[in-house]
């Protein structure tokens, strides 16, 4: 890495430590995000980095932007209200399967719709991590879980037909081992834009 893209790469790490369990695939992510940053050369007070509840939604705390990390299923909501309240941010929304798509699912979805240029990253690892193991709405049919012992009996959400079928302007998919690939997919999300505000 160059000095110069180093230092650009190191004035979005905050002073934090990271507390995810050794070898989670969310140090990957924070990682992309972080080089991503760095890339598109956002000043730090032009981002707000918003999050709910779950192992995913504690990213704010290891980005040197603006952050808040809200409440269980209010991420969108409240990534929403930051972006219409100041429409010059880059507000990065992160969120997890089940944050986003159980109890946040009605605001994820209209958050979607209203294509008011939010930048959703849903960390999507088909269970409740953070409380060690509940089937998520992304879980497969037949999982077998603490809270589904005899295996899940509803099909999971497909969150691309669902960013989809809410009519949001794009969508891609990648893993969180490829950090190349998930910096080009995240550089592509601030250009991609939703309706004018």
């Known amino acids: 890495m160059a000095e110069n893209t180093k ?19 969310d140090h990957a992510i924070l990682n992309a995000l972080q080089k991503t940053m760095a890339e598109l050369e956002v000043p ?10 779950g192992c995913s939604s504690r990213l704010p705390y290891y980005m040197n932007t603006y952050g808040f990390h809200t409440i269980h299923g209010r991420a ?17 929304q992160i969120t997890g399967d089940g944050d986003a798509l159980a109890i946040g699912g009605n605001h994820f979805i209209h958050a979607i719709r209203r294509n ?3 930048n959703v990253i849903l960390f999507n690892n088909q269970i409740y991590g953070l409380t060690k193991g509940q089937y998520s709405p992304t879980s497969k049919r037949g999982f077998i ?42 550089k592509l999300l601030p250009n991609t834009k939703g309706l004018p505000l």
């Open 7 to 25: 230092q650009a790469f190191l004035q979005y790490k905050s002073d934090q430590n990271v507390r995810w369990c050794p070898g989670c695939g």
């Open 44 to 53: 730090n007070e032009d981002l707000a980095v918003i999050s709910g509840i």
């Open 76 to 92: 969108s909501a409240m990534a929403s209200g930051v972006k219409v309240a100041n429409p010059k941010l880059q507000v990065w």
């Open 116 to 118: 008011i240029d939010l």
């Open 145 to 186: 879980s603490k809270t589904s012992p005899f295996g899940t009996i509803e099909y999971p959400f497909r969150p691309g037909e669902l960013t989809i079928g809410a009519r949001g302007y794009f969508f891609a998919r990648t893993i969180d081992k490829e950090i190349k690939l998930s910096v080009q997919v995240m």
